[in-house]
T-cell receptor, first 111, second 112 residues
Framework: DQQVKQNSPSLSVQEGRISILNCDYT??????FLWYKKYPAEGPTFLIS?????DKNEDGRFTVFLNKSAKHLSLHIVPSQPGDSAVYFC??????????FGTGTRLQVFP | DAMVIQNPRYQVTQFGKPVTLSCSQT?????MYWYQQKSSQAPKLLFH???????NEADTPDNFQSRRPNTSFCFLDIRSPGLGDAAMYLC???????????FGSGTQLSVL
């Protein structure tokens, strides 16, 4: 069973506008969430994280929102830039030192 | 400077021919992970180490083995690669639960 789900495999956004990437999880015991960005043929790089004691964390153009009651988090990128085009993975710490990933959303930012 | 280094970046092997992938870190983190990622899928955890304590995922095939001779280095051995083992293999280091992981660039394995 997929405990971390990213239901949108792809997203296309115009440069300068907002990108919203969504993630759902099933286990209410998950207490720390991370977003990673991945370019082709490279490893994932850490982007931003959020603890379950918060509902928002912001870092420059990137903001992550957490809705614990809905078991949902989202990553907002404002303004979107062509260099943001990549695959974005949502991940959650699932206990026993295991980081569980979603299937990823491919973001394309066009001019 | 790269903090997690994986070698080689690309590896081609023949069906059934053993292959070893390597990973090293300059971060001095205790916790180490091997993930397998196939196209359009989530990275799948194969193993992790907490220092030298080895943890095998229940669904990791016996075909996959790992060695961690010291904190800095780790190896993934695939004893008899099958076509279904073609994937990107990612290693990562971190401080444990609640900390971010630092990934290497991955090794893309092809099986002919």
């Amino acid at each position: 069973d997929q405990q971390v789900k990213q239901n949108s495999p792809s997203l296309s956004v115009q440069e300068g506008r907002i990108s919203i990437l969504n993630c759902d999880y099933t286990n209410s015991m998950f207490d720390y969430f991370l977003w990673y960005k991945k370019y082709p043929a490279e490893g994932p790089t850490f982007l931003i994280s959020i603890s379950s004691i918060k509902d928002k964390n912001e870092d420059g153009r990137f903001t992550v929102f957490l809705n614990k009651s809905a078991k949902h988090l989202s990553l907002h990128i404002v303004p979107s830039q062509p260099g943001d085009s990549a695959v974005y993975f949502c991940a959650a710490w699932g206990g026993a030192d295991k980081l569980i990933f979603g299937t990823g959303t491919r973001l394309q930012v066009f001019p | 400077d790269a903090m997690v280094i994986q070698n080689p970046r690309y590896q081609v092997t023949q069906f059934g021919k053993p292959v070893t992938l390597s990973c090293s870190q300059t971060l001095n983190h205790n916790v180490m992970y091997w993930y397998q990622q196939k196209s359009s899928q989530a990275p799948k955890l194969l193993f992790h180490y907490y220092d030298k304590d080895f943890n095998n995922e229940a669904d990791t095939p016996d075909n996959f083995q790992s060695r961690r001779p010291n904190t800095s280095f780790c190896f993934l051995d695939i004893r008899s690669p099958g076509l279904g083992d073609a994937a990107m293999y990612l290693c990562a280091f971190g401080g444990g639960s609640g900390e971010k992981l630092f990934f290497g660039s991955g090794t893309q394995l092809s099986v002919l």
